[in-house]
């Protein structure tokens, strides 16, 4: 059996390449890995604002499509996802799980959803209503345009809250990746509960500032109330993109995850 096949479902405002680095250290362990491109981040901040903001739903249809064409290839897929990802990516499995698949006299599919400090909810809810308010005494750090993107109006302070866990200038550096995002996204409800379909991993990252650790631990719950199974939970000293301040731990959690 050859080792599993890594799909990484980013968050938002993150287009693929942000993920460069992780993937590049998960390869170097002998993983095959990709970080999908989504539909709802512009590739560039400013691409995207003359087109219809995609919908979570797009997303989700667009990793369907690329774990089916894994599957049909005979890999078995973790699907990996972070922050906002782990909306459609929990949404898009529905038929695509190994044991799904093997029903139908297929091969390959979905092993296990590993996600990454995401948003997450029940059937019916969306990823806004995961997100805590912010701050009362701080401007909207998200604004967004006549089109419906959301752009960032403080990168500071964005930085400060996406990058906790790193320096002024490193933070800004990472920032400076991030794209445009589609404001419907947040919005669309979650109608397939592929957390019940195959077992699930949770990296909880400590100190994030974006989804505190409270709201990952009510998840964890959450998923293990409605599959019925526990959750594989590493817990890590990390902020929000652990890629990006601790990568070395993002490689030895997916490493883990793949040998459960």
Known sequence: MSKPYFLLVPGS?????????????VRAHGYDMKALQLATAGLKAGEGRDTP???????????????????????????????YGGMP????????????????????GVVRLAYKTVLVTTLGHSAAEVLPPPPADMPPSRQMDENGWLHFTDNEYSASICFSDLSREEGLYWHRQFSLHSAVSFTNTLTYP??????????????????????????????????????DVTSIKAGHCPNAGV?????????HVASL
Not at 13 to 25: G, H, I, K, S
Not at 247 to 255: F, I, N, Y
């Open 194 to 231: 592929g957390y019940k379909d195959v077992p699930v991993s949770y990296l909880l990252c400590e100190d994030d500032l974006v989804i505190p650790a409270e709201i990952q631990r009510n998840e964890i719950d959450m998923i293990e109330k409605e599959a019925g199974s526990k959750v």
């Open 13 to 25: 405002f993150a287009p693929a390449p942000f993920y460069d680095d992780l993937v590049y250290r």
């Open 247 to 255: 990568p070395e731990k993002v490689v030895d959690w997916l490493l």
């Open 53 to 83: 903001p995609a919908t979570m739903y797009d997303d989700a249809a667009l990793i369907a499509k690329e774990v089916e064409a894994l599957a049909d290839a005979g890999r078995e897929v973790i699907l990996v996802a972070h922050s």
């Open 89 to 108: 990516a929990t949404e898009s499995i529905n038929g695509l799980s190994v044991q799904a698949r093997k029903k139908e006299g297929k091969i390959g």
